[in-house]
């Protein structure tokens, strides 16, 4: 059973960084096995979006808002994805969600628990 686990939310000042990460048990890492891996984020009242994700091998790619900000990382060794979230703004406030798509595995992939960021101003 597959399982993600995210971690490193919490309160930070505008202009803050914080880095979450997400540890997958029940999947191996590795260009083979992972069709894409990623994180999204809802905020109160709002659709999840998706931020930033990685598409099999290749390098991340992120939503217009979090260009230059937000950094996607994976260590396969570690069975984990991580995002490191610079200059933090209000408006990054929501719940951030991994999700990782396995070769195999549930259409939509698998969800992480979510973890909650906010930024005061």
């Known amino acids: 059973q597959v399982q993600l686990v995210e971690s490193g939310g919490g309160l930070v000042q505008a202009g803050g960084s914080l880095r979450l990460s997400c540890a997958a048990s029940?999947?191996?890492?590795?260009?083979?096995?992972?069709?894409?891996m990623g994180w999204y984020r809802q905020a109160p009242g709002k659709q999840r979006e998706l931020v930033g994700s990685?598409?099999?091998?290749?390098?991340?790619d992120y939503v217009d808002s979090v260009k230059g900000r937000f950094t996607i990382s994976r260590d396969d060794a570690k069975n984990t994805v991580s995002l490191q979230m610079n200059s933090l703004k209000p408006e990054d406030t929501a719940v951030y969600y991994c999700?990782?798509?396995?070769?195999?595995?549930?259409?939509?992939?698998?969800w992480g628990q979510g973890t909650q960021v906010t930024v005061s101003s």
């Open positions: 999700n990782v798509n396995s070769r195999g595995g549930p259409r939509g992939g698998y």
């Open positions: 990685i598409m099999g091998g290749g390098s991340p």
């Open positions: 029940g999947v191996r890492f590795s260009r083979f096995t992972i069709n894409s």
